[in-house]
């Protein structure tokens, strides 16, 4: 192959708020009704305070008709073969802030402040419109499935099975806890079980956070400074918790991170687990392990790293493991690569080994979902970005 | 001088448990009669879940009489003689979870699940206590009076002032905000202002986290992974709401953090406060900032550090700022230095400069705190390690 095979794995889709109505049980409906006014409102309060409208205004100019892949295949199809990814990972909330499914279901999803049931249709009619979308175009669209594990397991495990029957090749998974039981707690074990053997891959996203007070000073800042560690906190559960002695096959990825100080992170959970001196009055809490804590990501966790190369993720691969990074353009994400992919892999990755840009752009996902590789190569072929404009002799 | 002033940036003092009594309200007794048998239970319950009994029964032989300087004076000046420390910032919680002050005012404080009356009665117990343990030897006892402020700020602010006119010299926050307002908050300018204009310097310390089920495989691991972020978090806050840029002369140290990953938070905030596509969306959180957030850790910010030199701090200390890091034995903690002190500073300091053995023993600490320097140093002339052991010729 002469060019590289791209799976970007971190896209958005998701339906203009208002027809998700049709997706959602019936019974719902009422409910829906009053709520989509309510959810105009704070997507309005949102982009007035927290969201720049100048930036995004100025940023919607002239892509309006690009922005409609978020729901529209045809046109996801055009723009991501202009953007040279040839398959994606599909997250919900199309647009930040304008098509999150209902019911406080999307990308900031918290597991209090909604009745569960109403958050549980959410999260289905999303899904029922994912599967749908998948299966337009199965090779290109990895769809994952919201799911709401931490209220009921049963629930959410029937939900998991549907998901795996329809075609998902993953599931989104609340990055916040609440009050609810950590991912530790062994009642989640028949979810991870099924993902395990099923070859599912669970996923955080950032985005979910305390509910901060945007009007305060620095707010923003605050939430900058922490929003990855939100991300991330189900990682070390699962980690420390003996998730993934339990289940080896098990594949997890938190996605839109920003990577860079992931090697800490992998530096705090091992010294944590190993210095004695300073924790041995706590106890025994390493005899659920046989590996020190670095060498289950290692061997269970990928990144979705997507597009923050800016902010020194590259500098750092080999720290974090260069089979572990995997990237994605976020579109149709503002902060991501799109629509300048092309562009921003040269600055980024020209002159760096073409196996390890390889493993970046697709072979990593290719190790961590279940797709189909050929058809996958054959979509690169057509469109992926040429091997040789990375050289750096090309620059 | 021929021998090295150390001032212990973490010492911790607290009365046995049913002697608080004594300096509670005396409308608090019933209240306190009830919750006592409930405290020990639950002290009980800690040491046998949580704390490895084993562990904390060995350390303890043949120390029972020294840790009982954890509230007697006299005890407690002929051991951190021996030790050679000249003085101590005084923290609660003595003798780990078994002094702690009464209704959940200790180190491990949370602004929830207590009545805020009888938190304030605990903690004010505390205060009064630790009031007089300090006027019997003012010089080596820099005592720290625990301030509830994210409840009524009116209250807060008149244990701030009555703190300051009874010879602390700082004041001990509450890590974990909880549903109250953030430090990001107005409403807390009162309390930084006073702080600022009469030198108060401002606390955290670790120990206080989210309710854990410590039942549940790898609790303890999570922990250690999180307790230095929770007790930073406030840093954060009170940096990116720009109350460090409104109180150009507030002091802000947090304690026992372990401070390797201290450089790591400074890129965080940097890197997230200075790039702009990927922030871009969320719109202004700066203009109330004059420099980076660095720059405002190296100006108000200190590291209380713990004896956490084995986990790599010396490495990482002038990545950190040599004049922003303050050694501390932790004293009566098993986790800390003592009483091994010497021992552990030749480990991690011999062949060091002079300078900055001498800025992270004590002098780093006499900017930071108002203490008496001459009285201080007089101390050290008698007990304090000699200089010349750690000559890089003297191994």
């Not at 090779?139 to 998901?163: F, N, P, Q, S």
């Not at 806890?177 to 009642?187: K, S």
């Not at 074990?189 to 305390?210: K, M, R």
């Not at 804590?293 to 691969?317: Q, T």
């Amino acid at each position: 192959m002469d060019r590289f095979l791209i799976v970007s794995t971190d896209g958005h889709a998701g339906l203009p708020m208002e027809r998700y109505r049709d997706y959602l049980d019936s019974k719902y409906h009422a409910a829906f009704d009053e709520a989509l006014p309510i959810q105009r409102e704070m997507t309005r309060r949102a982009e007035e305070k927290l969201l720049l409208s100048e930036f995004n205004d100025k940023w919607r100019q002239g892509i309006e008709e690009d922005l409609k892949g978020a729901w529209d295949g045809t046109v996801r199809n055009r723009v991501i073969d202009a953007d040279g990814v040839a398959a994606e990972v599909l997250f919900p909330d199309g647009i930040t802030e304008q098509n999150a499914p209902p019911f406080g279901a999307g990308l900031a999803l918290k597991p209090w402040g909604v009745d569960p049931e109403l958050q549980w249709a959410g999260a289905r009619a999303h899904n029922r419109w994912m599967a749908e979308f998948c299966r337009d175009d199965p090779h290109r669209r990895i769809g994952l499935a919201i799911v709401l594990m931490l209220y009921d397991v049963e629930e959410a495990l029937a939900e998991v099975k549907w998901a795996y029957k329809n075609g998902f090749k993953g599931i989104l998974i609340p990055a916040l806890m609440g009050d609810r039981e950590g991912y530790n707690h062994p009642r989640y074990y028949p979810i991870w079980a099924f993902c395990e053997q099923h070859g599912l891959v669970v996923h955080t996203h950032s985005g979910p956070s305390p509910d901060y007070d945007y009007q305060l000073p620095g707010a923003i800042g605050i939430f900058l400074t922490e929003f990855a560690w939100w991300a991330g906190r189900p990682m070390w559960y699962l980690i420390f918790g003996g998730v993934f002695e339990k289940f080896p096959g098990l594949k997890f990825v938190m996605t839109e991170v920003s990577e860079f100080w992931v090697p800490h992170l992998l530096e705090m959970m091992d010294v944590r687990a190993s210095v004695k001196h300073t924790s041995g009055k706590l106890g025994d809490f390493r005899s659920n392990l046989t590996m020190p804590p670095s060498e289950y990501f290692k061997r269970n966790c990928w990144v979705g790293a997507s597009a923050l190369f800016d902010e020194g993720s590259m500098a750092v691969r080999h720290e974090i493991g260069i089979d572990r990074v995997m990237w994605g353009t976020d579109y149709p994400h503002p902060e991501g690569s799109w629509p300048k992919t092309r562009e921003k892999l040269l600055t980024y990755m020209r002159g760096v080994p073409e196996s390890e840009i390889d493993a970046m752009l697709g072979a990593n996902a290719l190790e961590c979902y279940d797709v189909d590789e050929a058809a996958l190569r054959q979509i690169a072929q057509r469109i992926g970005p040429l091997k040789s404009d990375f050289s750096a002799a090309a620059a």
